[in-house]
């Protein structure tokens, strides 16, 4: 069974960091793509990032390039956002997503990210 | 980046009966390899989304044959055959062969 557990989310003030985790298991992590989708409160979904299975090629949304940071750890079977220069329209629930012939088939639970003074 | 329209945006339905949820893309879905991205998720509240229907009309292991994904190009559509109570939640579209993926805005289905 796909699992994917986010981990990180805080409370941040604006201009800080933030390093996002995502834990996964029950496929070969590997050998998918793998991205980031957010949620503001009461809103809609918006994508935020993707990688590739070797970490070669990475993909942002205009609205965080500079300054979110996506990576993984093959050997950890673990996908990673950094997040920096924090502002209060980043505050959402991160949610990371398995990518399989340009589509997100398994989500996780998501992690919430607030940022504010 | 690609426009995703949704509608209606509020859907009460009324159980036992059909639904429809359309979607409209501002550019065509087809992608270089011939295939067309279009596909549809579930969210119900205080819940992670979860993918119903991917390239347009390709149901996901597990999700009941009353949901359906048909259309085209730049225009396609959901539809729920017979409403359950488990159905309610909102239904998002997203596009996925242009680079950043968009969600539509959402339709909220409640039981009347």
């Known amino acids: 069974e796909v699992r994917l557990v986010e981990s990180g989310g805080d409370l941040v003030q604006p201009g800080g960091s933030l390093r996002l985790s995502c834990a996964a298991s029950?496929?070969?992590?590997?050998?998918?793509?793998m991205g980031w989708v957010r949620q503001a409160p009461e809103k809609g979904l918006d994508w935020v990032a993707k990688?590739?299975?070797?970490?070669?090629?990475?993909y942002y949304v205009d609205s965080v390039k500079g300054r979110f940071t996506i990576s993984r750890d093959n050997a950890k079977n673990s996908l990673y956002l950094q997040m920096d220069s924090l502002r209060a329209d980043d505050t959402a629930v991160y949610y990371c997503?398995?990518?399989?012939?340009?589509?997100?088939?398994?989500w996780g639970q998501g992690t919430l990210v607030t940022v504010s003074s | 980046d690609v426009v995703m329209t949704q509608s209606p945006l509020s859907l009460p339905v009324t159980l036992g009966q059909p639904a429809s949820i359309s979607c409209r893309s501002s550019?065509?879905?087809?992608?270089?390899?011939?295939?067309?991205?279009l596909n549809w998720f579930h969210q119900r509240p205080g819940q992670s989304p979860r993918r119903l229907i991917y390239?347009?009309?390709n149901r996901d292991s597990g999700v009941p044959d009353r949901f359906s994904g048909s259309g085209s190009g730049t225009d396609f559509t959901l539809k729920i055959s017979r409403v359950e109570a488990e159905d309610v939640g909102v239904y998002y579209c997203?596009?996925?062969?242009?680079?950043?993926?968009?969600f539509g805005q959402g339709t909220k289905v409640e039981i009347k």
């Open positions: 997503a398995r990518l399989v012939w340009f589509s997100a088939d398994h």
């Open positions: 029950g496929f070969t992590f590997s050998g998918d793509w």
């Open positions: 990688i590739n299975q070797d970490g070669s090629q990475t």
């Open positions: 550019q065509s879905l087809v992608h270089s390899d011939g295939n067309t991205y």
């Open positions: 390239k347009v009309s």
């Open positions: 997203m596009q996925s062969p242009h680079w950043p993926w968009t």
